[in-house]
């Protein structure tokens, strides 16, 4: 696949089936939950078989979601600028690229996206080294039924990451503005928190996540 293909628009529906010998055993309906949020995913894949694989598993899984797919660093790199994705699946050998190269572009530019590696070939030690370098998780392409629940646990996580953050903002913005003796806007900010932490709390599943308490 020598173009970069993209599809800007939520997946709903399965993916027209692409002939060939190596035709999987996927779900047939579409169970794509319209409740759900819809997620960016970028994907670095020069195998169009593989690529319709992910879409298939990743809509039968109910997972909402749109897609760019690219298979070279330039188009890589410029997707990652012009759509910032939820989360990244990248082949691990590709002509002239690696996933290596691009996990250390990604950690580079956008190091809170979650990034999966999606491989036919990778070593234990491969592996390792990978997750050790920040990626979030590697499928193996002959097991690929954990990827629906990979991204899906992925995108989560980073949503998670992404509340505490906010969380942590406003308590810093409580603290400043008591500091200066803003005091109703402190309070204000403080209330902000509060109902912030009521969210995180009942959304957060991770038995290590921890989210801090307000000052009183």
């Given amino acids: 696949m020598s173009d970069e293909h993209q599809r800007d628009e939520p997946v709903t529906s399965e993916p027209q089936a692409t002939a060939g010998p190596r035709q999987p055993d996927l779900p047939a309906e579409d169970h794509a939950d319209p409740d759900r949020p819809v997620a960016h995913i970028l994907i670095l894949e020069d195998?169009?078989?593989?690529?319709?694989?992910?879409?298939?598993?990743?809509?039968?899984?109910?997972?909402?979601?749109?897609?760019?797919?690219?298979?070279?660093?330039?188009?890589?790199?410029?997707?990652?600028?012009?759509?910032?994705?939820?989360?990244?699946?990248?082949?691990?050998?590709?002509?002239?690229?690696?996933?290596?190269?691009?996990?250390?572009?990604?950690?580079?530019?956008?190091?809170?996206?979650?990034?999966?590696?999606?491989?036919?070939?990778?070593?234990?030690?491969?592996?390792?080294?990978?997750?050790?370098?920040?990626?979030?998780?590697?499928?193996?392409?002959?097991?690929?039924?954990?990827?629906?629940?990979?991204?899906?646990?992925?995108?989560t996580e980073?949503?998670?990451?992404?509340?505490?953050?906010?969380?942590?903002?406003?308590?810093?913005?409580?603290q400043r503005l008591a500091g200066l003796g803003h005091l109703h806007a402190a309070g204000q900010a403080v209330s902000r928190t509060r109902e912030l932490l009521d969210t995180a709390r009942r959304d957060v599943t991770a038995p290590d996540v921890t989210v801090p308490d307000p000052p009183p």
């Fill in 158 to 174: 980073a949503r998670h990451r992404a509340r505490l953050a906010q969380i942590e903002g406003q308590l810093g913005q409580a």
């Fill in 47 to 155: 195998d169009a078989w593989d690529v319709e694989l992910a879409q298939r598993l990743l809509t039968g899984a109910g997972l909402s979601f749109s897609f760019a797919v690219v298979d070279t660093q330039a188009a890589f790199a410029e997707q990652l600028t012009a759509r910032r994705p939820d989360v990244i699946v990248s082949d691990f050998s590709l002509p002239g690229f690696s996933g290596a190269e691009a996990l250390r572009i990604a950690q580079a530019q956008c190091p809170e996206i979650p990034f999966i590696v999606w491989s036919g070939v990778l070593g234990d030690e491969a592996a390792v080294d990978l997750i050790k370098h920040g990626a979030t998780d590697y499928i193996l392409k002959d097991r690929p039924a954990r990827l629906p629940s990979a991204v899906d646990r992925a995108l």
